[in-house]
């Protein structure tokens, strides 16, 4: 049985603090006294060892690669369930019933359009402007359209944001590529379900017959349920710390979304085709490459490498690799960039660099050839990494204000000017 308590021993005296228990992985010292009782505080930069919050939501086993979704494994939902399911199981804790499936899309369905001002904010970008700042601000717009999703605190008024916020961000996400392509925006389609209607809103050309391809609708499908959630990573940590001050949903999500961005972060998949595209236009020689991403002096990474928390492989990774494989055959598409990635990995894997310091693939790095085959422009990606990750954003936030987790205010360590009086302008 393992101790429910550490001793720390300081300046003579000893102290304990209690350890809260998991139901699976990490447990937590609660320090919450810490500071109170010694005077000390932690120091853990990027938070590599500590917790921010209880949460029920997901769980990643980082040592056997593993990832479940409220319980259920990752390679089981991806396989049986669909996204508009898998946004359900998050917000609420389990798989729904029929009766809630429906009520569920019907929910969704009765905000299925967009404010039509809202497309004046659209219209004054740029063309150039890169969709996941379009996105930020649109988002982060939508609060003035949908005051009463501000400030909610019932768990009706929680939900009835969730589902608000569903249905109109695939619009705001499928406006920024009809934006960056020049083309009208289209409404939604209540007739159709949530990956169908999004794909149309992206796709439908004003001059022809609109034909929804069951391939890519199931890769997008796949696609958005591997980027679901996945706890406590930049971007939602940066939607509960915004929501924390109680600010609205919309605003949370928009500062998620510019967290989403970073190339370190969501931005990665992007990164990735920008790298194979590099390569390739290098001659392909990837055993350079990999040299390069180890040399310190070069600031080059190996872009969809590498995780805080896998140091195996990251299932997603495993299940998209092998989604595009089958969709690049299903589609009769022949992608450099995929041999070069999957050479890549290899000669990683077979490197003691990349070995020793437990860098695998991550859901980056083979997520952006799909989004290609399915004729997604590169700087979108990130944009369908949101839409993936939107109902884990929700869910956190909302598991955050059911908790009434305090205002999020870490300390720190502060080494600056040791305090001094103000010196006259005339005398420095
Ligand atoms: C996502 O947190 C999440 O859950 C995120 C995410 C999600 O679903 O929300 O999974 C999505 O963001 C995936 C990650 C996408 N980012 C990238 O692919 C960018 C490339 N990867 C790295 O920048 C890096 O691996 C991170 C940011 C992902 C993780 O960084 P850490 O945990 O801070 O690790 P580190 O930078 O301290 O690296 C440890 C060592 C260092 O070498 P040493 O100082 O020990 O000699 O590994 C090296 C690093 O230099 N290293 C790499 C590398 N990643 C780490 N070297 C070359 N190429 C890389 N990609």
Redesign the pocket.
């Known amino acids: 049985m393992s101790d429910n308590k550490v001793v720390l021993n300081y300046d003579g005296k000893s102290f304990e603090y209690p350890i809260i228990d998991s139901t699976i992985g990490d447990r937590g010292i609660d320090i919450s006294k810490l500071r109170d009782q010694t005077g000390l505080i932690t120091l853990d930069l990027?938070y590599?060892n500590t917790g921010a919050t209880l949460s029920d939501i997901t769980y990643?086993d980082g040592d056997n690669g593993e990832l479940y979704y409220r319980g259920y494994p990752i390679e089981q939902i991806a396989e049986k369930s669909n996204f508009t399911e898998v946004m359900y199981l998050l917000l609420h804790g389990e798989l729904p019933t029929s009766d809630q499936f429906q009520s569920f899309q019907k929910g969704i369905n009765k905000y299925n359009f967009v404010a039509d001002e809202m497309k004046k904010i659209l219209d004054v970008f740029p063309r150039s402007a890169h969709p996941m700042g379009v996105l930020s601000s649109l988002t982060s717009a939508l609060t003035a359209f949908n005051p009463r999703a501000v400030d909610v605190n019932s768990k009706e008024d929680l939900d009835h944001a969730a589902e608000m916020m569903i249905a109109k961000f695939s619009h705001l996400c499928a406006w920024t590529y009809r934006k960056k392509l020049g083309l009208p925006i289209n409404h939604g389609d209540n007739s159709l379900n949530y990956v169908e209607n999004f794909y149309k809103m992206c796709f439908r050309r004003p001059n022809e017959e609109f034909h929804l391809d069951p391939i890519v609708v199931g890769a997008l499908d796949k696609l958005l349920i591997l980027?679901a959630?996945?706890?406590?990573?930049?971007?939602?940590s940066t939607v509960r710390m915004v929501g924390s001050a109680h600010t609205g949903l919309f605003a949370s999500v928009s500062a998620g979304i510019s967290a989403?961005w970073?190339?370190?972060?969501?931005?990665?998949?992007q990164?990735?085709i920008e790298m194979l595209e590099l390569i390739e236009q290098d001659g392909g020689d990837v055993a350079k490459y990999v040299e390069k991403?180890?040399n310190?002096d070069d600031n080059?990474?190996?872009?969809?490498?590498?995780?805080?928390?896998?140091k195996n492989f990251?299932p997603?990774a495993t299940i998209i690799k092998k989604a595009a494989d089958d969709i690049l055959n299903a589609l009769g598409i022949e992608d450099k960039a995929l041999d070069i990635a999957m050479q890549l990995e290899r000669v990683a894997l077979e490197d003691e660099?990349?070995v020793s310091?437990k860098?695998y693939p991550?859901?980056?790095?083979y997520s952006g050839i799909i989004y290609r085959a399915l004729g997604i422009p590169t700087e979108m990606f990130t944009v369908m990494?949101a839409l993936g990750?939107l109902p884990?954003w929700i869910s956190q936030w909302k598991e955050m204000r059911l908790h009434n987790d305090p205002i999020g205010r870490p300390r720190q360590v502060y080494q600056g000017a040791q305090k001094r009086d103000y010196v006259d302008f005339s005398a420095r």
């Open positions: 990027g590599k990643l980027h959630d996945h706890e406590q990573n930049c971007s939602t989403l970073g190339p370190l972060h969501g931005g990665a998949n990164a990735v991403a180890k310190k080059f990474r190996l872009m969809g490498f590498g995780h805080r928390v896998y990251d997603r660099y990349f310091r860098l991550n859901v980056d790095f990494f990750r884990g």
